[in-house]
């Protein structure tokens, strides 16, 4: 199958999914979930009841799935578009046996206060194996306020993990996803707004505004773009100068940054399916997981439609995985808190069409 002959799928939900949490929800949490339950309004049930998790990134490792989020806190600090509230200092990570199998949690395998020049935020994260070494991927503003991306190291995927004591080297934003394709690593990140990439565009770090959209370009002008970046042999530095990734529509044409509907927000995850790259992404203010199809790992891609439809809460992030044969889409919501900063990861079954397209999974049930 060629590129050029997919098409945009057709919109179809998929069938739902249940899973059951990995400890015993508290008292509200547990009175929440049986309303929601009896309610019958979701597609799919929190994986993890007993902290807020976000964000997930869901690999598969030496037989098991591993699923490495973001780890939601209370915070005292005002909601505001930059996401200032989202003041997460540490990451856990979660292992399942099976796809039905409830996850257990390893405990803390990164706090900020063990990364040198990591301030706050640490944000979504992700993970990579290579030659039996993990390497796990993640945000972090320093001290001047700026989001890099860091790595630690460890020598089992459930850590621990020892930060290297300085960011990567050319690094910037927010999101890192880390693609491997034969032998090569590629990593993927950036985000709008909050993740600070529409700062960037002169290659430097500027601002000019207070508001975190003020940096954007015109709503005619192309939208901001992901970056990629090859990674060096030792998965600690990228091995060239990160590239901007150009999502086009179908007759080649630059998603415009007033398309909020299709334009790149945050959350940027690679795939590859029948030796296709798909390329997904969050819109942020619209809420879906869009998608876009290139046949090499730098793109460009084309804008297809939509993999999973509007959360419930307003940050919608993910990962895709395969495992055992079928595929999967990791992703969160706020079922549990109802609170858009504490967040719960889930779980649906994805569905690729004959022809390439991805059927839409609608996470909230129509009445």
């Known amino acids: 199958m060629s590129l050029k002959s997919i098409?945009?799928?057709?919109?179809?939900?998929?069938?739902?999914?249940?899973?059951?949490?990995?400890?015993?929800?508290?008292?509200?949490?547990?009175?929440?979930?049986?309303?929601?339950?009896?309610?019958?309004?979701?597609?799919s049930k929190p994986l993890i009841s007993h902290v807020f998790t976000a964000d997930p990134s869901a690999h598969v490792f030496n037989g098991k799935i591993y699923i490495y989020p973001s780890h939601d806190v209370e915070s005292e600090i005002k909601q505001d578009d930059s996401g200032a509230h989202f003041n997460m200092r540490d990451y856990h990570v979660f292992s399942m046996e099976s796809i039905d199998a409830e996850p257990v949690d390893h405990g803390v395998i990164l706090d900020v206060d063990d990364v040198p020049w990591a301030k706050r935020q640490m944000w979504a994260p992700d993970a990579a194996e290579k030659d039996g070494k993990y390497y796990f991927y993640f945000p972090a503003k320093d001290y001047d306020d700026i989001f890099r991306i860091g790595v630690a190291v460890a020598d089992s995927p459930e850590g621990p993990f020892k930060a290297e004591a300085e960011p990567i080297k050319g690094s910037y934003s927010m999101d890192p996803a880390v693609f491997k394709d034969g032998d090569d690593y590629y990593m993927y990140f950036g985000g709008i707004w909050g993740g600070q990439l529409q700062k960037w565009r002169t290659g430097k770090?500027?601002?000019?505004g207070d508001r975190p959209?003020?940096?954007?370009?015109a709503d005619d002008e192309p939208a901001i773009a992901p970056v990629?970046?090859?990674?060096?042999?030792?998965?600690?530095?990228?091995?060239e100068e990160p590239k901007q990734i150009m999502i086009t529509d179908a007759d080649g044409e630059p998603i415009k940054a007033g398309d909020h509907d299709r334009r790149f927000f945050e959350a940027a995850w690679v795939h590859k399916y029948n030796d296709n790259y798909y390329f997904s992404y969050s819109t942020g203010d619209t809420h879906n997981i869009a998608y876009a199809i290139g046949d090499?790992?730098?793109?460009?891609?084309?804008?297809?439609?939509?993999?999973?439809?509007p959360v419930e809460g307003w940050t919608n992030h993910h990962s895709i995985v395969e495992v055992d044969g079928k595929w999967y889409i990791f992703y969160h919501d706020i079922e549990i808190s109802g609170e858009t900063h504490l967040r719960n990861v889930k779980m649906a079954e994805l569905t690729h069409n004959a022809d390439g397209t991805i059927q839409t999974i609608?996470?909230?049930?129509?009445n």
Request: glycine share 6%.
């Open 296 to 309: 090499n790992p730098y793109g460009p891609f084309i804008y297809q439609g939509v993999i999973l439809e």
């Open 7 to 43: 098409t945009k799928g057709v919109l179809i939900a998929s069938a739902p999914f249940w899973l059951f949490s990995c400890s015993q929800p508290s008292e509200n949490q547990e009175e929440q979930q049986t309303q929601t339950d009896e309610d019958g309004k979701y597609l």
């Open 205 to 208: 770090y500027v601002s000019t």
């Open 228 to 239: 990629v970046a090859k990674m060096s042999d030792d998965m600690l530095q990228f091995a």
């Open 362 to 366: 609608k996470p909230l049930k129509e």
């Open 213 to 217: 959209y003020d940096d954007e370009p």
